[in-house]
C-alpha cells in the first residue's frame, strides 16, 4: 500500500503480443498490471486492486512511489556511489528497489523475501528481472527467512511488507526488530515503510517497537501527514551506528517528492504517546 502515484495509467491500450496487461490469480488475492501511458515501458501492478509497485522496465531508477524515492536517497547516503551493498528485502512485489539497487550498484548481492509463490511467477513473467545472479527472489513468508539467515550478513534489511493496506503485524514486534537487528551488520541500516493516517496509531506503535531495539531512529515524510492532515507514507531508517540525518535530509527535501527528515527527538514524541508491540 502506498500514497496514489502521480501520473494517470490506463488498461485498454494495446501492446505488443508479448507482455499485456490484464488481472492474474495468485495465491493470495488477485494481481493486476496496468500500463502506464506516459512511459514507454512503465507498469503499476495493483494487489486486490491496491497500489503496490511500479516498474519502469527501461530505467528503473524511475522510482514513481514518493516512499521509494527516500529510501533510495537514504541509500545513497550511507554508501559511496556505486559501492555494493549486501540488501534484504521483506516483501517484493514487483520488486522496484531491488532493481534500483542492481541498476546503481550492480555488484550488490540482494534477497528478496516474497511470500506469494505465484506473485512470484507472474513478476518473473511479466516483468522480467536484471539478468544477474546477484538478484535472488524466494518465495518465503519474510520472519520465517529471516529466521534462516546468518547473523551479521546484511548491510541494509528494507520491509515492505503489506497484507492489504497495512503491514502484518508479526513484522512490526519488538521480537521482529530483534531478528532484524542479529541479521544486521554493526554499522548496518533498516529502512521500513508504514502508511497511516491520524490519529497515527500505526506510525507511533512503529516509532515505539524502533527505539526499543535500535540506538539510532529518524523518520522521513512530508509534513502534512505528521500533522494528520491526510493519509501518507512514513519511511523510519533505524541503525545501531549514527545515522547522516543532515545529509539524508538534503537529499530528500531535493528530491522529486520533497519530504522532511525528522531526528531522534521528534520519532521519541511520538513513541511516548505509545507502546512497543511484542507477539
Not at 509497485?53 to 529510501?71: A, G, K, R
Amino acid at each position: 500500500m502506498t500514497a496514489a502515484p502521480r501520473r494517470s495509467l490506463n488498461r485498454r491500450r494495446a501492446l505488443s503480443p508479448d507482455r499485456q496487461p490484464g488481472v492474474f490469480p495468485i495465491t493470495h488475492g488477485s494481481a493486476e498490471l496496468v500500463r502506464d501511458l506516459d512511459v514507454a515501458n512503465g507498469w503499476m501492478l495493483l494487489l486486490d486492486g491496491i497500489q503496490s509497485s511500479y516498474v519502469d522496465l527501461d530505467d528503473p531508477t524511475n522510482l514513481e512511489f514518493e516512499y521509494m524515492q527516500w529510501i533510495a536517497r537514504v541509500l545513497d547516503c550511507i554508501a559511496d556511489v556505486g559501492e555494493p551493498l549486501e540488501t534484504l528485502h521483506l516483501g517484493g512485489g514487483a520488486a522496484s528497489l531491488p532493481r534500483y539497487v542492481a541498476a546503481t550498484r550492480p555488484a550488490s548481492n540482494q534477497l528478496v523475501f516474497e511470500y506469494d509463490e505465484q506473485l512470484v511467477s507472474v513478476v518473473r513473467q511479466a516483468l522480467p528481472l536484471p539478468p544477474s545472479r546477484r538478484l535472488r527472489i524466494r518465495a518465503v513468508e519474510a520472519r520465517a527467512g529471516l529466521a534462516r539467515l546468518r547473523d551479521a550478513s546484511y548491510d541494509v534489511i528494507i520491509r515492505d511488507a503489506f497484507a492489504g493496506p497495512t503491514v502484518p503485524s508479526h513484522l512490526t514486534t519488538v521480537e521482529f526488530c530483534h531478528a532484524v537487528r542479529r541479521v544486521l551488520r554493526t554499522d548496518g541500516v533498516y529502512a521500513t515503510n508504514v502508511a497511516d493516517s491520524a490519529p497515527l496509531h500505526a506510525v507511533r506503535t512503529e516509532a515505539a517497537t524502533l527505539m526499543r531495539v535500535f540506538e539510532r531512529v529518524l523518520l522521513i515524510t512530508e509534513p502534512s501527514v505528521l500533522r494528520g492532515r491526510r493519509y501518507g507514507n512514513v519511511v523510519f531508517v533505524a541503525s545501531r551506528r549514527p545515522l547522516p540525518v543532515t545529509d539524508i535530509g538534503r537529499l530528500v527535501a531535493s528530491g522529486p517528492a520533497p519530504a522532511r527528515t525528522y531526528s531522534a527527538a521528534r520519532v521519541r514524541a511520538l513513541a511516548e504517546t505509545a507502546r512497543p508491540r511484542i507477539d
